[in-house]
Structures are given as C-alpha cells and as structure tokens.
C-alpha cells in the first residue's frame, strides 16, 4: 500500500507527535495485518536463548502471528531457522520445545527434512514422478545470535542485534549471559489488549507510581535513570534505602546485596530494563533475567511470550531470592495486564480524543514515529474508505 498523499496526510493527522495515537488503530484487522508485513516480520523476533537448545537436534518453535517457526541446533553446531511447516502439505512439523535425535519427519505424510533443512526423504517416492527434491527444503529464516539469544527475522534485512545493542552492551558485560541457563520453560499469557498497547506499556514509567505500588516503595523511578540508542529503550531503578513494608519486597532488598556478589558493587542493587523496537524486551536483574515478547493474536489481542534465565547456582538461599524476585515480577505482570486491558476498554468509547504525551513518555513517541512512518495510515484519525 503505498503512503498517503502529502496534503491528506497532513490535513487529517490526530495532531503532533507528542500526542497518543488513534484509537482505532488499536482494533482494526487491517492494521493487525499491515504491522504483521510492515514492522513485525522485517524485525528481530526472538526464539530463545542458546543454552536452550545446547545439544544438537535441540530445538524451540513458536507461533508470531500466522507464521510458526522453529530454531534447531543441526549436528555441525550451527542454529538454523526455519518455518514449521512441510513443503507438502504444509503440515506443521514440531510443538513446543524438545529434542529431535534424527530427521525431522512430518506426522502427517512422513516426509523427513535433515536438520539443515534439506528434504531427507518423501514416502512412496515412486508417486511422485520427476519431483525435484533439491527444491522442497524447509524454508529457512535469517537467523541472529547476540548475548546468549537467538534472534530470527521472517523477512527484510534488519541491522545485527549486536550492532543495535552496541551503546549498551557494556552494561551487560558483568551479568554473563552468555554462560546463563533457563529457569523454567518459556511460557506465554493472553491480553485482552491490543499488541501496541502493551509495549506502549512496558515503554513508559510514568504509570509506575500509581500502577506499580510495589516497584514504588522497592524502587526509585527508572525514567529518572534513562539512557539509550536508536531503538532501543533503557532504564534503571535502585534500590530505596528505605525497607518496604510488604514481606516479600523487604526480604528481596535484604537478601539481594549479599547473594549476588559477583557483580560489581551497584549492579547489585539495579533493576534494569531494555526494550527492543517494536515489540521486545529484557529485564535484567542482579539474581536472574528474563525477556518477554508482545504478539499480536488477532486485532484487539496480544500473546505475551517470556521465559527466566540465571546464571548455574545451587544455594540454597539464591533459590529463595529468585522466588522472591519472580513473585514480585508477577504481580507486576498482572498489574500491567489489568491497566492494558482497561486502557483498550477505554479507547472503544467515542468520547476518546488522543491525549497528550508526557517527556517521560519519550520511549512511546519513539515507537509511535515507528509506526507512522512503516503505516501511514496510523496518522489518521479514522480508518482509510478502503480499510471498511
């Protein structure tokens, strides 16, 4: 679709850039299929970290949108990419996460795909005459490795991870990702929201005194520790001197100095979090990290995809801590969910006129120019005719 002309542009924007979008833009099949072609799939996507799959036929697979696709560790050592369907029939091949010892054989027909992607076998080949099997390979994705994750992109030509991180990957340096293993498996959460709500979310802290009590009385506000680079949002949050009030919070801000002692002396005392335009991000804590990812699941929807990673550590009392921590995260999860979801019930009344944005709110009008610009459209403050 090509861009809007100049002059209607312009003469039916919502207003500046320091204002909200439209809220029709937050539930609208087309826009949830445009931003799938134009911002999503031309973007790093994340599948997992290395560590999951160490072993050669270790894979992960996982839905983004309508596209399933799958990473594997082939026996040369190499993570590949592919999509998750036979060249057949388009049966989806794997599920969730394991381990593949030989082919990859589809449970419908039982053709079978070498771990590199390379069509192994067809059953009753005879039935096939002149079939070319040279060019009935999986079809693969580009595939990214930076900081211990496995990033892939379904289309385009993103920068290198690396490249996008490099003003800030020295902070990463003393957490060691590289060497950390899965907490857990990676799991995922529906919203009652549109996608772009919840990074909307996840982008901002103004929200976080009211909407986060206990990151308030745990934390000095991130916005007032920012940094970052062209698509990448960064804050801090420091431990208060002062005790929280609530159990869990105050043994967390007891237990943390003292158990994490291989990171430098103020990293054991910082919640940092990084967000990846358009729709990752990485919370990197002094006992564990994790990252999430934001998926569209229809207009109106999101899936939630995250998973925990920690460095190996047996004690007893780094168990206790990392409990602790995922307990509070939780709770923030669930606090960010209900105020997604009403955000999205508040855009369906037709007294909504898009508000304007506070400079706290600096990282969300990063990703609103994002959209505008790969989605004209998102400029308007009603959907296109053509759109009906």
């Not at 390379?118 to 900081?147: C, H, K, N, W, Y």
């Not at 999205?344 to 304007?356: A, D, H, N, T």
Request: with cysteine.
């Amino acid at each position: 679709m090509s861009a809007l002309p100049a002059a209607q542009s312009s003469a039916r924007e919502t207003g500046p850039l320091a204002h909200a979008m439209p809220a029709w833009i937050y539930n609208h099949p087309q826009m949830t299929q445009l931003e799938m072609e134009r911002i999503l799939k031309p973007s790093w996507q994340i599948a997992c970290h290395v560590n999951s799959i160490p072993k050669a036929g270790d894979y992960v697979s996982f839905q983004i949108g309508p596209e399933s696709l799958f990473v594997m560790r082939e026996r040369a050592g190499a993570i590949r990419g592919f999509h998750n369907i036979c060249r057949h029939r388009g049966t989806r091949l794997l599920d969730g996460a394991g381990h593949c010892a030989g082919n990859i054989v589809c449970p419908y027909h039982g053709w079978s795909y070498r771990q590199d992607g390379a069509l192994a076998g067809i059953a009753d080949r005879e039935s096939f005459p002149g079939i070319d099997r040279s060019q009935l390979g999986l079809v693969p994705v580009r595939v990214d490795t930076a900081f211990g994750f496995v990033f892939v992109a379904l289309s385009g030509d993103p920068k290198p991870v690396g490249e996008v991180f490099a003003p800030l990957v020295e902070e990463f340096a003393p957490y060691r990702f590289l060497e950390m293993e899965p907490v857990g498996p990676i799991s995922t959460s529906e919203w009652n929201c549109d996608w772009k709500i919840a990074i909307e979310n996840y982008l901002e802290s103004y929200h976080v005194p009211v909407g986060h009590p206990g990151l308030q009385r745990m934390f000095t506000p991130d916005y007032k520790d920012q940094s970052g680079a062209p698509g990448v949002a960064r804050g801090a949050s420091w431990l208060r001197e002062q005790p929280s009030s609530r159990w869990s919070e105050r043994m967390y801000q007891k237990m943390v100095g003292p158990l994490s002692a291989h990171l430098p002396e103020p990293n054991r005392r910082c919640w940092r979090f990084y967000s990846m335009l358009p729709n990752l991000g990485f919370d990197v804590f002094p006992e564990q990290m994790d990252f999430f990812q934001i998926l569209p699941n229809g207009p109106g929807r999101t899936i939630t995809r995250s998973a925990v990673y920690a460095l190996p550590d047996q004690r007893r009392e780094m168990g206790v801590l990392r409990g602790l921590g995922q307990r509070i995260n939780r709770q923030v999860n669930n606090e960010d969910k209900w105020l997604c979801e009403r955000v999205q019930q508040g855009l369906g009344s037709s007294s909504y006129i898009p508000g304007p944005l506070s400079t706290i709110e600096l990282w969300m009008q990063e990703f609103h120019g994002l959209v505008r610009t790969r989605i004209p459209e998102a400029r308007l403050s009603a959907p296109p005719e053509r759109f009906s």
